[in-house]
T-cell receptor, first 112, second 111 residues
Framework: EPEVTQTPSHQVTQMGQEVILRCVPI?????FYWYRQILGQKVEFLVS????????KSEIFDDQFSVERPDGSNFTLKIRSTKLEDSAMYFC??????????FGPGTRLTVT | GQNIDQPTEMTATEGAIVQINCTYQ??????LFWYQQHAGEAPTFLSY????GLEEKGRFSSFLSRSKGYSYLLLKELQMKDSASYLC????????????FGQGTELSVKP
């Protein structure tokens, strides 16, 4: 069964450093998403991406965040200058029109 | 604003039936989803309702009343592996298909 994959599974970085989280959505999917979940808290929407552009973003997704689909398979989330409060599990999700979102296994980001 | 409420935790016995409730206040409602999340893992899709009524899928059923802003997830013949967090999420129109999640209900199934 096809699945969303994410790398790395765990990333440790120092405050102020840039990180890139990578996702490979399911191959025929057209809608892509990033969510985050701070430990013990709810899953929060960050951004949705369709047809090579952002279709919706949350207040969390400020100028420090960016997304890119550099080729036909990868979907990346970049945080330019990480803060302590960016420590969370980051989930990528994808879907086709009219279906549920399929989530990847997540990247645990720890900012020290 | 948008608000989704679920009980924080519930306990049930193996083999029993449990109902997890979710209430929501959102504008532009366009579907309600239930996901299961085991600790440290990704949410996995369980069920989806966009019209009023009951959707049944094996041991899992989900109900929606749009007029009441209410949904429930029903789990039958509980198994120990059903111990997990159950997430209620709402999709709204014209917002890129994003899901707005509730806090999740931590279900513990005991022998």
């Amino acid at each position: 069964e096809p699945e969303v994959t994410q790398t790395p599974s765990h990333q440790v970085t120092q405050m102020g450093q840039e990180v890139i989280l990578r996702c490979v959505p399911i191959s025929n999917h057209l809608y892509f998403y990033w969510y985050r979940q701070i430990l013990g808290q709810k899953v929060e929407f960050l951004v949705s991406f369709y047809n090579n552009e952002i279709s919706e973003k949350s207040e969390i997704f400020d100028d420090q965040f960016s997304v890119e689909r550099p080729d036909g398979s990868n979907f990346t989330l970049k945080i330019r200058s990480t803060k302590l409060e960016d420590s969370a599990m980051y989930f990528c999700a994808s879907k086709v029109e009219g279906t549920e979102q399929y989530f990847g296994p997540g990247t645990r980001l720890t900012v020290t | 604003g948008q608000n989704i409420d679920q009980p924080t935790e519930m306990t049930a016995t193996e083999g029993a039936i449990v109902q997890i409730n979710c209430t929501y206040q959102t504008s532009g409602f366009n579907g309600l989803f239930w996901y299961q999340q085991h600790a440290g893992e990704a949410p996995t899709f369980l069920s989806y309702n966009v019209l009023d009524g009951l959707e049944e899928k094996g041991r899992f059923s989900s109900f929606l009343s749009r007029s009441k802003g209410y949904s429930y997830l029903l789990l039958k013949e509980l198994q120990m592996k059903d111990s997990a967090s159950y997430l209620c999420a709402v999709r709204v129109y014209n917002q890129g298909g994003k899901l707005i999640f509730g806090q999740g209900t931590e279900l513990s199934v005991k022998p």
